[in-house]
Protein backbone atom coordinates (compact mmCIF):
# COMPACT_ATOMS: atom_id res chain seq x y z
CA UNK A 1 0.00 0.00 0.00
CA UNK A 2 2.08 2.99 -1.45
CA UNK A 3 1.16 5.94 0.62
CA UNK A 4 1.48 3.74 3.92
CA UNK A 5 5.28 2.61 3.00
CA UNK A 6 5.71 6.54 1.99
CA UNK A 7 4.73 7.99 5.30
CA UNK A 8 6.68 5.30 6.80
CA UNK A 9 9.90 6.30 4.97
CA UNK A 10 9.01 10.05 6.31
CA UNK A 11 8.09 9.71 9.16
CA UNK A 12 9.33 6.18 10.59
CA UNK A 13 11.93 5.87 13.46
CA UNK A 14 14.25 2.85 13.49
CA UNK A 15 14.95 1.89 17.36
CA UNK A 16 17.67 0.39 18.64
CA UNK A 17 15.56 -2.52 19.24
CA UNK A 18 14.36 -3.68 16.04
CA UNK A 19 11.17 -1.49 16.84
CA UNK A 20 9.76 1.09 14.56
CA UNK A 21 8.34 4.11 15.92
CA UNK A 22 5.45 5.82 14.33
CA UNK A 23 3.87 8.23 16.99
CA UNK A 24 3.36 10.92 14.55
CA UNK A 25 0.64 8.77 12.56
CA UNK A 26 -0.66 5.82 14.29
CA UNK A 27 0.85 5.14 18.08
CA UNK A 28 0.22 8.57 19.39
CA UNK A 29 -0.88 10.93 16.68
CA UNK A 30 -3.76 9.48 14.77
CA UNK A 31 -3.55 10.65 10.68
CA UNK A 32 -7.40 9.54 9.96
CA UNK A 33 -7.17 9.91 6.21
CA UNK A 34 -4.01 7.46 6.35
CA UNK A 35 -6.82 5.71 8.47
CA UNK A 36 -9.32 5.61 6.11
CA UNK A 37 -7.65 4.30 3.41
CA UNK A 38 -6.31 1.04 5.82
CA UNK A 39 -10.08 0.46 5.97
CA UNK A 40 -10.74 0.67 2.72
CA UNK A 41 -7.84 -1.36 1.96
CA UNK A 42 -8.89 -4.45 4.37
CA UNK A 43 -11.79 -4.23 2.70
CA UNK A 44 -10.38 -5.07 -0.84
CA UNK A 45 -8.53 -8.06 0.77
CA UNK A 46 -11.24 -9.27 2.69
CA UNK A 47 -13.93 -8.28 0.17
CA UNK A 48 -15.44 -11.58 0.09
CA UNK A 49 -16.02 -12.30 3.57
CA UNK A 50 -18.69 -11.79 5.50
CA UNK A 51 -18.02 -9.79 8.80
CA UNK A 52 -20.29 -10.00 11.52
CA UNK A 53 -17.43 -8.39 14.37
CA UNK A 54 -14.11 -6.80 14.05
CA UNK A 55 -11.69 -7.64 17.28
CA UNK A 56 -8.33 -6.05 18.09
CA UNK A 57 -6.46 -5.17 21.17
CA UNK A 58 -6.40 -2.19 23.03
CA UNK A 59 -4.76 0.37 22.86
CA UNK A 60 -3.35 1.54 19.23
CA UNK A 61 -5.48 -1.56 17.36
CA UNK A 62 -8.75 0.71 18.33
CA UNK A 63 -8.82 3.65 15.90
CA UNK A 64 -7.72 1.34 12.67
CA UNK A 65 -10.51 -0.81 13.61
CA UNK A 66 -12.94 1.99 14.26
CA UNK A 67 -12.58 3.12 11.40
CA UNK A 68 -12.74 -0.09 9.11
CA UNK A 69 -15.66 -0.93 10.49
CA UNK A 70 -17.53 1.03 7.53
CA UNK A 71 -16.32 -0.84 4.97
CA UNK A 72 -17.73 -3.62 6.67
CA UNK A 73 -20.98 -2.35 7.35
CA UNK A 74 -19.96 -0.75 10.42
CA UNK A 75 -19.68 -4.21 12.55
CA UNK A 76 -19.10 -3.87 15.65
CA UNK A 77 -15.82 -3.21 17.08
CA UNK A 78 -14.67 -5.04 20.30
CA UNK A 79 -11.40 -4.88 21.90
CA UNK A 80 -9.68 -6.84 24.12
CA UNK A 81 -8.46 -5.51 27.11
CA UNK A 82 -5.13 -6.38 28.84
CA UNK A 83 -5.90 -6.57 31.84
CA UNK A 84 -3.70 -5.18 35.18
CA UNK A 85 -5.91 -3.82 37.44
CA UNK A 86 -9.38 -5.37 39.11
CA UNK A 87 -11.68 -3.09 35.92
CA UNK A 88 -13.14 -5.81 34.39
CA UNK A 89 -16.56 -7.30 34.84
CA UNK A 90 -18.33 -10.12 33.45
CA UNK A 91 -17.29 -13.60 32.70
CA UNK A 92 -14.56 -12.84 29.77
CA UNK A 93 -12.68 -15.57 27.55
CA UNK A 94 -8.58 -15.01 28.03
CA UNK A 95 -5.87 -15.79 26.80
CA UNK A 96 -1.92 -15.48 27.92
CA UNK A 97 -0.33 -12.73 25.38
CA UNK A 98 3.64 -11.62 25.47
CA UNK A 99 4.58 -8.22 24.45
CA UNK A 100 7.01 -7.65 22.27
CA UNK A 101 7.52 -4.23 22.56
CA UNK A 102 7.06 -3.93 26.82
CA UNK A 103 8.63 -7.49 27.54
CA UNK A 104 6.00 -8.66 29.25
CA UNK A 105 3.02 -11.12 29.42
CA UNK A 106 -0.13 -10.18 30.12
CA UNK A 107 -3.69 -11.22 30.54
CA UNK A 108 -6.58 -10.37 27.43
CA UNK A 109 -9.75 -10.55 28.37
CA UNK A 110 -13.04 -10.58 26.60
CA UNK A 111 -16.40 -10.18 27.52
CA UNK A 112 -18.44 -13.23 26.71
CA UNK A 113 -21.51 -11.08 25.56
CA UNK A 114 -19.82 -9.55 22.64
CA UNK A 115 -18.14 -12.29 20.73
CA UNK A 116 -20.92 -14.80 20.23
CA UNK A 117 -20.78 -18.46 18.59
CA UNK A 118 -21.45 -18.43 14.77
CA UNK A 119 -19.89 -14.64 14.65
CA UNK A 120 -17.59 -14.11 12.00
CA UNK A 121 -14.34 -12.10 13.37
CA UNK A 122 -11.97 -9.86 11.46
CA UNK A 123 -8.90 -9.94 13.49
CA UNK A 124 -7.52 -6.22 13.15
CA UNK A 125 -4.43 -5.03 14.77
CA UNK A 126 -0.92 -2.43 13.86
CA UNK A 127 1.47 -4.22 13.86
CA UNK A 128 2.65 -7.87 13.55
CA UNK A 129 6.09 -8.89 14.80
CA UNK A 130 5.69 -12.82 16.91
CA UNK A 131 2.11 -12.85 16.35
CA UNK A 132 1.58 -13.19 20.03
CA UNK A 133 -0.83 -10.58 20.19
CA UNK A 134 -2.70 -11.93 16.93
CA UNK A 135 -1.88 -15.69 18.20
CA UNK A 136 -4.05 -14.39 21.40
CA UNK A 137 -6.64 -13.10 19.70
CA UNK A 138 -7.79 -16.20 17.46
CA UNK A 139 -7.42 -17.74 20.53
CA UNK A 140 -10.41 -15.96 22.04
CA UNK A 141 -12.34 -16.27 19.10
CA UNK A 142 -12.17 -19.91 19.30
CA UNK A 143 -13.09 -20.52 22.70
CA UNK A 144 -16.35 -18.24 22.02
CA UNK A 145 -16.81 -21.44 18.95
CA UNK A 146 -17.03 -18.37 16.64
CA UNK A 147 -14.64 -17.90 13.42
CA UNK A 148 -11.42 -16.09 12.47
CA UNK A 149 -12.22 -14.84 8.77
CA UNK A 150 -9.20 -13.10 8.58
CA UNK A 151 -6.48 -10.93 10.52
CA UNK A 152 -5.45 -7.69 9.03
CA UNK A 153 -2.63 -6.07 10.01
CA UNK A 154 -1.07 -2.45 8.86
CA UNK A 155 2.77 -3.08 9.07
CA UNK A 156 4.29 -6.17 9.62
CA UNK A 157 7.92 -7.24 10.41
CA UNK A 158 8.73 -9.86 8.01
CA UNK A 159 11.72 -10.74 9.70
CA UNK A 160 9.73 -12.03 13.09
CA UNK A 161 7.76 -15.36 13.27
CA UNK A 162 4.62 -13.71 13.08
CA UNK A 163 3.46 -15.00 9.45
CA UNK A 164 4.97 -18.38 9.91
CA UNK A 165 2.81 -18.59 13.51
CA UNK A 166 -0.62 -17.20 12.27
CA UNK A 167 -0.24 -19.14 9.10
CA UNK A 168 -0.24 -22.01 11.05
CA UNK A 169 -3.39 -21.23 12.09
CA UNK A 170 -5.06 -21.65 8.46
CA UNK A 171 -5.97 -17.94 8.60
CA UNK A 172 -6.10 -15.97 6.14
CA UNK A 173 -2.93 -13.28 6.89
CA UNK A 174 -3.08 -9.89 5.22
CA UNK A 175 -0.81 -6.80 6.33
CA UNK A 176 -0.48 -3.47 4.27
CA UNK A 177 2.92 -2.82 4.10
CA UNK A 178 5.81 -5.86 4.80
CA UNK A 179 9.16 -4.44 6.30
CA UNK A 180 11.99 -6.86 4.73
CA UNK A 181 14.38 -5.43 7.42
CA UNK A 182 16.36 -2.46 8.87
CA UNK A 183 19.62 -1.45 7.75
CA UNK A 184 21.18 1.62 9.05
CA UNK A 185 18.14 2.83 10.73
CA UNK A 186 16.67 2.84 7.26
CA UNK A 187 13.58 0.68 7.02
CA UNK A 188 13.42 -1.56 3.53
CA UNK A 189 10.13 -3.08 2.43
CA UNK A 190 9.86 -6.57 0.57
P1 LIG B 1 3.53 -9.48 18.36
O1 LIG B 1 2.47 -9.87 19.33
O2 LIG B 1 3.18 -9.82 16.92
O3 LIG B 1 4.89 -9.98 18.76
O4 LIG B 1 3.66 -7.92 18.43
C1 LIG B 1 2.61 -7.13 18.00
C2 LIG B 1 2.25 -6.10 19.02
O5 LIG B 1 3.42 -5.48 19.57
C3 LIG B 1 1.44 -5.01 18.35
O6 LIG B 1 0.18 -4.99 18.96
C4 LIG B 1 2.19 -3.73 18.60
O7 LIG B 1 1.50 -2.95 19.53
C5 LIG B 1 3.50 -4.12 19.22
N1 LIG B 1 4.67 -3.98 18.30
C6 LIG B 1 5.47 -4.98 17.87
N2 LIG B 1 6.49 -4.52 17.13
C7 LIG B 1 6.34 -3.19 17.08
C8 LIG B 1 7.09 -2.13 16.44
O8 LIG B 1 8.12 -2.32 15.79
N3 LIG B 1 6.61 -0.86 16.60
C9 LIG B 1 5.48 -0.60 17.32
N4 LIG B 1 5.11 0.68 17.39
N5 LIG B 1 4.75 -1.56 17.93
C10 LIG B 1 5.17 -2.84 17.81
Redesign the pocket.
Known amino acids: MQILIDKILKEGQVLQSN????DSFI?HQMDIKLFNEIGKEFKRRFDNKEVTKILT?EA??IGIAVITSQYFNFAPVVFAKKTLGGNFSGEAYEAE?H???KKQTCIIKVNKNYIQPGDKVLII??????????LGLINVVRQAAAEVVGVGIVIE?GFQD?RNIIEKQGVQLESLAIIDRFENKKVVFR
Open positions: ILKVNISGVSYTDDFLANGQAAKG
